[in-house]
């Protein structure tokens, strides 16, 4: 199974930035998509950014502009840069990786963002 290590969140207020980091216990290059999902207080997780392992890029309407993923294949990492947040944005991030040609899920144990406004 592959594990998932989240850092990087914390309070910010509205405008400003953050960046999350995503480790990962296995070579990100193996992986068939890697990305950051959220979830809010009684809403549900969401997809927030993905890249898969071809490097296509995916990114949810509500933060597209404003957020960038990418990754370190040789650190075996994944970023979320987060810039112009909104209380909006507030919610728990979770890293997460496909693998197994889309028949397996790895999830990290989150990291809290929050944005005051």
């Known amino acids: 199974q592959v594990q998932l290590v989240e850092s990087g969140g914390g309070l910010v207020q509205a405008g400003g930035s953050l960046r999350l980091s995503c480790a990962a216990s296995?070579?990100?290059?193996?992986?068939?998509?890697m990305g950051w999902y959220r979830q809010a207080p009684g809403k549900q997780r969401e997809l927030v950014a993905e890249?898969?392992?071809?490097?296509?890029?995916n990114y949810a309407d509500s933060v597209k502009g404003r957020f960038t993923i990418s990754r370190d294949i040789v650190k075996n990492a994944v970023y979320l840069q987060m810039n112009s947040l909104k209380s909006e944005d507030t919610a728990v991030y979770y890293c997460?990786?496909?693998?197994?040609?889309?028949?397996?899920?790895?999830w990290g144990q989150g990291t809290q963002v929050t944005v005051s406004s």
């Open positions: 997460s990786a496909g693998y197994g040609s889309g028949l397996f899920r790895s």
């Open positions: 890249i898969t392992s071809g490097g296509r890029l």
């Open positions: 296995v070579s990100i290059s193996s992986l068939n998509v």
